[in-house]
């Protein structure tokens, strides 16, 4: 007998028996896809059966029970019946699988009995019975409806109002408390802060005990506050040692759940504000029913850096323990709303643990099979690659270099080394984070691996100004996929966040391998800052970095002051041999005119041009097609994904049949691999890039080296990005000093240049802004100090003020796509959830500056298609091009065409 679709609706008792096999299994220690082995059976399907999306036989159920060691009766005890049985399958499945599975790998036996005594204490009603949130904004007065039933409720305490159900069914406050605390617990203790997590969740609604908002659920009206109390009593409980600086963290959390982690002092809702705000006097016994403890708080065993360092680690775990009081507290709304409805509550996508062994076969098959564009001659061969790489997946969690050109070649070595150290060290799961544009990396992420378990996240969506306590309306990404593939920006700008929309994805970090392409592309004002975040989750979050970059590492110590410690055994691959050039890299004296490059590419059938911006390349390309080049395509960001893909084929096909093709690009060309071309122009840049532009010239080396030329040009009229000028500066430097540009030694000499010589001031600075202020530059770590035991830390400054691109990026969704189109009226009809919908949005996003999204929303070229305004869609159809992406500066009435003069 096989696992078969349920031919019959056994639907509620098969998701019963799937989460007691889920739990025994947990218990018992194994993964899925162990228990799968055991018996025949995919992970996948084993997945299944535990969420009850497949009917176990009785013969299969009685292997399961064998390879347990349970009875297979133990499957079936309690298990209700008909509607009951419907009920129970709703309640809880999720939620104790997922408990169980933290609980089980928690080294902390104080942890467990802290959740133990937890759920011991909670009241015999099921959290399930509560009702979901709605909305404050669409919450009528009550006061008019207050039937004898609602009056009989007085006295009891809830943490949230349904209006469309009775009070009696509302969720209870204590249930609500000790639901988050267990959650929140679970969340951080894989970096040892379950204790100080599980008081924040005990004590972050706090102020509902208060008959003033007890009378706003039951009544309606302006919700009184209900922060201050949980700020005030949690500093009463520790104030000196470790445990006084942990509750003070506690405290910034407790203030931020709702509205985002506040400044020390210096605005309206700032801690110190909270402090001294007149706290409602709370319910007799509220402390009899959540019983805090704040004993032994602080993280045991963790490491100091130095004394200068303290106050950053510090503000690091109080963001960490925040994003898992905010995942706590959305998991068990979503839990307690699934059931209000009747409904089993998603499990998620498996944990990388469980699926790591199939994943690393699944490398190996498509490997051994080859894969489309992967390039052979300039990282040697794919296997090669690979294996050296996974040689060293053996040694500890720290950092890790590979020094390889751009592509497939070692996008998979890295991979390979991520699986295998994953499964080494029983890892969470992999971070991918890129410079730029995604779709391709994304791509062979999920062509490798499945589309199952890696989650593409270029961009967050979310809302203009998020201040809600109810977050059914806004996209709250959390990272929950095995394998993750992002930007530099997302992955950085969250480290420095303040909103839980961003921080919540933050305890996902926790023992991760984070895969960091071309680390060196971060730009210089927020590189200090960076580096102190990558080497803070080496040091106390059991996360493992590995830098892949075309050049020796840049973040590296000593050359960087503070850098990153990276040991001579720590090479993902051997010191590359110094080969013969494949191609001629030659600077232009001067400056090159746009009538200038046309007339070169008019001699030149075949080649590329890569220039520093979207709207230098766009109105190169207009200015192209103007001239009348045969073979004229466009690349930038200023494309959706789908867009850049299609360009990239073409440039492929057009390349391998020997017909025109003349492609003008920003640098994320430089990421795209697997492309040869005859001849190379590329605008001035720091000489990494130039290496890297270099790598795409002659690369399959069918041509001799001095027929293949890179021409490094000088625009007229336009100098370098204000962020690219010192590495312009570095790269003209190293010219003056060294003939040949590609050779290590003046690479050496250019990381030296623009990275060795830096003041700490050129690598930590960013400007603040505050109403009623003049603006001031200030240092990030500069920010967050301590003075006489109280920490002075201005989390919401910081997060405002941290950007990896100057002004910031923000999303507008191309919906030329059909499938992008059916998103959002799924969306709009209530079909489709709002973070299902921005996962599902992203390889339809183009990021704008901010300044420029206003300005196409203010004239009405842009428009927010949902209440919380976080769904920025392009409504004139005119400003996009699939050739040529979105021509945002068009609706300013600006042509572009003086790009090069």
Same mark, same amino acid.
């Given at each position: 007998?096989?696992?078969?679709?349920?031919?019959?609706?056994?639907?509620?008792?098969?998701?019963?028996?799937?989460?007691?096999?889920?739990?025994?299994?947990?218990a018992?220690?194994?993964?899925?896809?162990?228990?799968?082995?055991?018996?025949?059976?995919?992970?996948?399907?084993?997945?299944?059966?535990?969420?009850?999306?497949?009917?176990?036989?009785?013969?299969?159920?009685? !292997?399961?029970?064998?390879?347990l &060691?349970?009875?297979?009766?133990?499957?079936?005890?309690?298990?209700?019946?008909?509607e009951?049985?419907?009920?129970?399958?709703?309640t &809880?499945?999720?939620?104790?699988?997922e408990?169980?599975? %933290?609980?089980?790998?928690?080294?902390? *036996?104080?942890?467990?009995?802290?959740?133990?005594?937890?759920?011991?204490?909670?009241?015999?009603?099921?959290?399930?019975?509560?009702?979901?949130?709605?909305?404050?904004?669409?919450?009528?007065?009550?006061? =008019?409806?207050?039937?004898?039933?609602?009056?009989?409720?007085?006295?009891?305490?809830?943490?949230?109002?349904?209006?469309?159900?009775?009070?009696?069914?509302?969720?209870?406050?204590?249930?609500? /408390?000790?639901? $988050?605390?267990?959650?929140?617990?679970?969340?951080?203790?894989?970096f +040892?802060?379950?204790?100080?997590?599980?008081?924040?969740?005990?004590?972050?609604?706090?102020?509902?005990?208060?008959?003033?908002?007890?009378?706003?659920?039951?009544?309606?009206?302006?919700?009184?506050?209900h $922060?201050?109390? +949980?700020?005030?009593?949690?500093?009463?409980?520790?104030? *000196?040692?470790?445990?006084?600086?942990?509750?003070?963290?506690?405290?910034?959390?407790?203030?931020?759940?709702?509205?985002?982690?506040?400044?020390?002092?210096?605005?309206? #809702?700032?801690?110190?504000?909270?402090?001294?705000?007149?706290?409602?006097?709370?319910?007799?016994?509220?402390?009899?029913?959540?019983?805090?403890?704040?004993?032994?708080?602080?993280?045991?065993?963790?490491?100091w %850096? =130095?004394?200068?360092?303290? @106050?950053?680690?510090?503000?690091?775990?109080?963001?960490? $323990?925040?994003?898992?009081?905010?995942?706590?507290?959305?998991?068990?709304?979503?839990?307690?709303?699934?059931?209000?409805?009747?409904?089993?509550?998603?499990?998620?996508a498996?944990g990388?643990?469980?699926?790591?062994?199939?994943?690393?076969?699944?490398?190996?098959? %498509?490997?051994?099979?080859?894969?489309?564009?992967?390039?052979?001659?300039?990282?040697?061969?794919?296997?090669?690659?690979?294996?050296?790489?996974?040689?060293?997946?053996?040694?500890?969690?720290?950092v890790?270099?590979?020094?390889?050109?751009?592509?497939?070649?070692?996008?998979?070595a890295?991979?390979?080394?991520?699986?295998?150290?994953?499964?080494? %060290?029983?890892?969470?799961?992999?971070?991918?984070a890129?410079?730029?544009?995604?779709?391709?990396?994304?791509?062979?992420?999920?062509?490798?691996?499945?589309?199952?378990?890696?989650?593409?996240?270029?961009?967050?969506?979310?809302?203009?100004?998020?201040?809600?306590?109810?977050?059914?309306?806004?996209?709250?990404?959390?990272?929950?996929?095995?394998?993750?593939?992002?930007?530099?920006?997302?992955?950085?700008?969250s480290?420095?966040?303040?909103?839980?929309?961003?921080c919540?994805?933050?305890?996902?970090?926790? #023992?991760?391998?984070?895969?960091? !392409?071309?680390?060196?592309?971060?730009?210089?004002?927020?590189?200090?800052?960076?580096?102190?975040?990558?080497e803070?989750?080496?040091?106390?979050? &059991?996360?493992?970095?590995?830098?892949?970059?075309?050049?020796?590492?840049?973040?590296?110590?000593?050359?960087?002051?503070?850098?990153?410690?990276?040991?001579?055994?720590?090479?993902l691959? @051997?010191?590359?041999?110094?080969?013969?050039?494949?191609?001629?890299?030659?600077?232009?004296? #001067?400056?090159?005119?746009?009538?200038?490059?046309?007339?070169?590419?008019?001699?030149?059938?075949?080649?590329l041009?890569?220039?520093?911006?979207?709207?230098?390349?766009?109105?190169?390309?207009?200015?192209?097609?103007?001239?009348? /080049?045969?073979?004229?395509?466009?690349?930038?960001?200023?494309?959706?994904?789908?867009?850049?893909?299609?360009?990239?084929?073409?440039?492929?096909?057009? /390349?391998?049949?020997?017909?025109?093709?003349?492609?003008?690009?920003?640098c994320?060309?430089?990421?795209a691999?697997?492309?040869?071309?005859?001849?190379?122009?590329?605008?001035?840049?720091?000489?990494?890039?130039?290496?890297?532009?270099?790598?795409?010239?002659?690369?399959?080396?069918?041509?001799?080296?001095?027929?293949?030329?890179?021409?490094?040009?000088? @625009?007229? +009229?336009?100098?370098?990005?204000?962020?690219?000028?010192?590495?312009?500066?570095?790269?003209?430097?190293?010219?003056?000093?060294?003939?040949?540009?590609?050779?290590? *030694?003046?690479?050496?000499?250019?990381?030296? !240049?623009?990275?060795?010589?830096?003041?700490?001031?050129?690598?930590?600075?960013?400007?603040?802004?505050?109403?009623?202020?003049?603006?001031?530059?200030?240092?990030?770590?500069?920010?967050?100090?301590?003075?006489?035991?109280?920490?002075?830390?201005?989390?919401?400054?910081?997060?405002?003020?941290?950007?990896?691109? !100057?002004?910031?990026?923000?999303?507008?969704?191309?919906?030329?796509?059909?499938?992008?189109?059916?998103?959002?009226?799924?969306?709009?009809?209530?079909? /489709?959830?709002?973070?299902?919908?921005?996962?599902?949005?992203?390889?339809?996003?183009?990021?704008?500056?901010?300044?420029?999204?206003?300005?196409?929303?203010?004239?009405?070229?842009?428009?927010?298609?949902?209440?919380?305004?976080?769904f920025?869609?392009?409504?004139?159809?005119?400003?996009?091009?699939?050739?040529?992406?979105?021509?945002?500066?068009q609706?300013?009435?600006?042509?572009?065409?003086?790009?090069?003069?």
């Amino acid at each position: 007998m096989t696992v078969v679709p349920s031919a019959i609706d056994t639907s509620a008792i098969d998701a019963y028996v799937g989460g007691k096999v889920g739990a025994a299994r947990i218990a018992r220690g194994l993964s899925q896809t162990a228990l799968g082995d055991a018996i025949g059976l995919s992970f996948q399907q084993i997945q299944s059966c535990e969420k009850g999306a497949l009917h176990i036989g009785a013969d299969r159920l009685c !292997e399961i029970a064998k390879v347990l &060691g349970v009875p297979v009766t133990s499957f079936f005890e309690g298990a209700p019946h008909g509607e009951a049985a419907a009920a129970a399958a709703a309640t &809880g499945t999720a939620l104790d699988l997922e408990i169980l599975r %933290h609980l089980s790998r928690a080294p902390d *036996e104080v942890v467990k009995q802290a959740v133990l005594r937890l759920i011991r204490t909670a009241p015999a009603g099921r959290a399930g019975e509560a009702a979901p949130h709605e909305p404050r904004s669409a919450r009528p007065r009550r006061s =008019d409806q207050a039937t004898p039933g609602r009056r009989r409720m007085r006295g009891r305490h809830f943490a949230h109002a349904a209006v469309d159900r009775d009070p009696a069914q509302w969720q209870n406050l204590a249930a609500h /408390l000790r639901a $988050v605390s267990a959650l929140a617990a679970v969340r951080a203790e894989p970096f +040892g802060a379950g204790r100080l997590a599980a008081l924040a969740g005990l004590l972050h609604d706090l102020g509902k005990y208060g008959k003033a908002f007890q009378t706003h659920l039951l009544e309606g009206g302006a919700a009184p506050d209900h $922060v201050s109390a +949980g700020v005030q009593e949690v500093l009463r409980l520790a104030a *000196e040692g470790p445990d006084g600086f942990a509750v003070q963290l506690a405290a910034f959390c407790i203030a931020g759940h709702h509205d985002g982690l506040p400044d020390r002092d210096g605005h309206p #809702g700032s801690l110190a504000e909270l402090c001294v705000t007149a706290a409602p006097p709370l319910a007799p016994g509220w402390r009899s029913e959540i019983a805090p403890d704040a004993a032994n708080l602080f993280p045991h065993g963790f490491r100091w %850096h =130095d004394r200068a360092f303290l @106050p950053f680690q510090l503000a690091m775990l109080g963001r960490m $323990v925040f994003s898992c009081l905010v995942d706590a507290d959305i998991v068990d709304a979503e839990q307690v709303r699934a059931t209000a409805r009747g409904e089993a509550a998603d499990p998620g996508a498996p944990g990388l643990p469980d699926v790591a062994e199939a994943l690393a076969a699944s490398l190996d098959a %498509h490997v051994a099979d080859g894969l489309p564009n992967a390039e052979e001659s300039s990282a040697g061969r794919l296997p090669d690659a690979i294996a050296g790489a996974r040689a060293a997946a053996a040694r500890p969690r720290g950092v890790f270099s590979l020094t390889a050109p751009a592509g497939t070649s070692r996008t998979l070595a890295a991979l390979g080394f991520a699986l295998d150290h994953a499964r080494h %060290h029983g890892m969470a799961r992999i971070v991918h984070a890129a410079p730029a544009a995604l779709d391709g990396t994304a791509a062979l992420l999920r062509t490798v691996l499945g589309e199952e378990v890696v989650l593409e996240h270029a961009m967050t969506i979310e809302a203009e100004r998020p201040a809600a306590a109810d977050t059914r309306g806004l996209v709250m990404e959390d990272w929950a996929a095995p394998v993750v593939a992002t930007s530099h920006a997302e992955l950085f700008e969250s480290l420095f966040a303040a909103s839980p929309a961003r921080c919540r994805r933050l305890h996902r970090l926790a #023992g991760t391998v984070i895969l960091l !392409e071309e680390p060196q592309a971060i730009a210089l004002p927020v590189l200090r800052a960076c580096v102190a975040a990558l080497e803070e989750l080496t040091l106390n979050y &059991g996360c493992t970095v590995v830098l892949c970059a075309g050049v020796p590492p840049a973040l590296a110590a000593p050359r960087l002051a503070g850098g990153l410690q990276i040991g001579l055994d720590r090479s993902l691959a @051997p010191p590359p041999a110094t080969p013969a050039p494949h191609a001629m890299l030659r600077l232009q004296p #001067g400056a090159t005119r746009t009538d200038n490059l046309l007339a070169a590419l008019a001699t030149a059938p075949q080649a590329l041009v890569v220039v520093n911006g979207r709207r230098q390349a766009q109105a190169l390309y207009h200015a192209g097609r103007a001239a009348g /080049l045969e073979g004229l395509l466009h690349l930038s960001a200023g494309q959706v994904a789908a867009d850049r893909q299609r360009t990239l084929a073409k440039a492929r096909r057009e /390349l391998a049949a020997g017909r025109p093709c003349r492609l003008v690009a920003t640098c994320l060309v430089e990421m795209a691999g697997a492309l040869d071309f005859p001849l190379v122009w590329r605008a001035e840049a720091g000489l990494d890039r130039l290496l890297q532009a270099t790598a795409l010239c002659n690369r399959d080396g069918r041509r001799p080296a001095r027929a293949s030329l890179v021409t490094v040009f000088r @625009p007229a +009229g336009t100098g370098a990005p204000p962020e690219l000028e010192p590495f312009v500066e570095a790269m003209r430097q190293v010219a003056r000093r060294h003939e040949d540009l590609l050779s290590p *030694e003046a690479m050496a000499a250019y990381l030296d !240049e623009a990275y060795g010589r830096r003041e700490e001031a050129e690598l930590d600075r960013i400007v603040l802004r505050q109403a009623g202020a003049a603006d001031r530059r200030a240092s990030v770590l500069g920010c967050f100090t301590i003075s006489t035991g109280q920490t002075r830390f201005a989390y919401r400054s910081v997060a405002d003020a941290f950007r990896l691109d !100057e002004g910031g990026l923000e999303p507008v969704i191309v919906a030329a796509e059909e499938r992008a189109q059916h998103v959002l009226a799924a969306l709009a009809g209530g079909r /489709l959830q709002p973070g299902e919908a921005a996962r599902a949005l992203q390889p339809h996003l183009v990021a704008v500056p901010a300044a420029a999204r206003r300005r196409l929303v203010e004239s009405g070229h842009v428009a927010f298609v949902d209440p919380a305004r976080q769904f920025a869609v392009l409504r004139d159809d005119s400003l996009y091009c699939p050739r040529e992406g979105l021509l945002w500066w068009q609706a300013d009435g600006q042509d572009g065409a003086d790009v090069l003069a």
